[in-house]
């Protein structure tokens, strides 16, 4: 049987955001599970819900206090269970995020492992003691803030954060940690999930030895606002013990029908190493296209890359999620007029090799919330304010409907503002209009959902002209070329042999005698009637 994720398309909602049923400005279960039928007339195959858990909320939910339990805010075990079995009934798979490397500093076990040396839980976070001048016992350094080690003056130790101070990291060279984390794993599978988003799936293990990181080759000027990045973090992250533990987990899902692990990987090479072999993790969501870079030699460069090196490997590819500014916003300088380019992201989007993340919001072409100090949630931001404003742009409310107070989100003041310019794409106000991003996107997916080769072809690239992305997918001798143009500019080819394989999904290419003229954020598909199809520029 063919494993629904492979090339299918998963749906990433951020709960905060989604949809407030109980009136507190935050959304919740319910919510989700009210805007289900929503979801899946969209055509998407799963949906992947950020964390849920119970958590003081200091990393919005990435900081978890008890791993078998929904927070308050966002409902009870009972709420999900509705979930799930609503999603199951409308063909949705549902995925939740697991964050096994660290904990909240307010979990049991931690509150116990800093009380001292000596009781069951002491070595289940990461303690050293401080070097003899009294500083921190190596150069690591946490992504969100400084130096990686917390002084806990209870234990005269340090412990490790490679996130914030209250995200302590797990011991994973405690074996009992590593079977207690797979139990809370088993939990969600008893309770039907179909498969897990793991957190930052390579930060489980550090070096035991505690080496320090050396430096990046790269000057100080070149750092963009992080000293995190001056460091090559060769023993603090992505340690060989990993493999074994992931393929420990990969053991427990496979007792289960159809589950699939997606880890959270920014490396191409480890996403390969990540992925090999079917006894690890089917699917490695990548990092490569969440950048600043869009051009059409970055995109072919990281997806050839990515199979030349595991030609049987699964990426799982996305252009916006809740930790970075949403593509739009990424990649146009134009905040107004997107339509085109909107759609234009999400054909290339949706025609690639592997499996695709879409993000709540993109469907409707949001853009990033211009947010004030004041309003900020995320430490990340308030931290590097004003050269990084943080990820509370990307996170703000759902806009369902543009007429409705707070865009039908809450009908109370929500936890983010939602603003003028994201209360431009509501849903409500797109689902009639067939010239809509919002119906551009259900089109592709459906377009995707039934052609073999877009959804599982094989790739192969095409050389026309520097700001055209061109590239065949192949299935089965059935081939479908896709052709996009990232110029600012007009750009004619000409190619002999070819017709238009939908004329619903071309966007601004006007297509006769073998002349294809394309507008800039032009696209289209072709089907090829024989042999290698030969574009050429005409000036
Ligand atoms: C999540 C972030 C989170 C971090 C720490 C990430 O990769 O996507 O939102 O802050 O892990 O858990």
């Known amino acids: 049987m063919e494993e629904w994720w492979r090339g299918g398309v998963i749906y990433q909602i951020y709960p905060r955001s989604f949809q407030d049923t109980n009136s507190d400005g935050i959304g919740d279960l319910k919510g989700i599970t009210k805007r289900l039928e929503y979801i899946a007339e969209l055509g998407v195959d799963a949906v992947w819900i950020s964390p849920i858990f119970s958590s003081p909320m200091k990393d919005m939910g990435y900081d978890v206090s008890d791993y078998k ?42 509150l116990e492992s800093r009380e001292g040396k000596n009781n069951p839980k002491s070595d289940w976070y990461v303690w050293s003691d401080p070097l003899s001048n009294g500083s921190a016992p190596n150069n690591w350094l946490s992504i969100f803030e400084g130096v990686a080690w917390e002084w806990e003056a209870r234990r005269k130790q340090y412990y490790l ?122 699917l490695a969501y990548s990092f490569e296209l969440l950048g600043t870079e869009f051009s059409s030699k970055h995109i072919k460069d990281v997806i050839e890359y990515f199979f030349e090196i595991s030609p049987n490997g699964n990426p799982c590819w996305s252009f916006s999620n809740h930790d970075v500014i949403r593509h739009l916003s990424r990649w146009s300088e134009e905040q107004d007029s997107l339509t085109g380019f909107a759609k234009l992201t999400a054909a290339i989007l949706l025609s690639l090799e592997g499996t695709i993340c879409l993000f709540q919001g993109e469907e409707l072409g949001q853009t990033e919330s211009d947010l004030d100090f004041e309003e900020l949630t995320d430490p990340l931001g308030k931290r590097f304010w004003p050269e990084n404003k ?50 551009f996107y259900k089109l592709m997916l459906s377009f995707r959902k039934n052609n073999k080769e877009l959804r599982n072809g094989k790739t192969t690239f095409i050389d026309i002209h520097e700001q055209i ?11 479908i070329l896709c052709v996009f143009n990232l110029a600012k500019d007009s750009i004619k080819l000409k190619a002999e042999g070819v017709e238009c394989a939908n004329s619903q999904i071309t966007c601004g290419v006007k297509f006769s005698n073998n002349l294809l003229k394309f507008e800039p954020n032009g696209f289209i598909f072709l089907r090829a009637n024989s042999g290698n199809t030969i574009f050429k520029v005409v000036n």
Request: one cysteine or more; a negative charge; hydrophobic letters at 35%.
């Open 161 to 282: 954060h490679n996130f914030l101070v209250c995200q302590p990291d797990f011991n994973f060279h405690n074996k009992e940690v590593q079977d207690w984390l797979l139990s809370t794993v088993r939990f969600w599978l008893d309770r039907g999930v179909d498969g897990f988003r793991l957190d930052t799936v390579n930060y489980y293990f550090h070096d035991k030895k505690l080496r320090d990181n050396p430096a990046r080759l790269q000057s100080v000027e070149s750092v963009l606002v992080n000293p995190y990045y001056m460091q090559e973090h060769i023993h603090s992250i992505s340690q060989p013990e990993n493999i074994t533990f992931i393929e420990n987990l990969r053991v427990l899902v496979d007792q289960y029908e159809d589950c699939a692990l997606i880890g959270e990987i920014s490396n191409i090479d480890l996403m390969a190493e990540y992925t090999k072999g079917n006894k690890r993790l089917q």
């Open 390 to 439: 943080g990820r509370d742009g990307c996170r703000t409310p759902m806009v369902w409907n543009s007429e409705k107070e707070y865009a039908g989100f809450s009908d109370v003041k929500p936890w983010l503002p939602v603003k003028d310019s994201q209360l431009k794409r509501a849903s409500y106000q797109q689902l009639s209009d067939p010239e809509s991003v919002l119906s």
């Open 69 to 110: 339990n929904i927070d308050p805010i966002f409902g009870t075990l009972e709420d999900f269970d509705e979930l799930v079995d609503r999603a199951h009934s409308l063909d949705l798979k549902v995925m939740i995020d697991q964050v096994l490397s660290h904990s909240s500093d307010q979990h049991p076990f931690f």
């Open 469 to 479: 992305l061109a590239f065949s997918r192949k299935f089965d001798e059935k081939i």
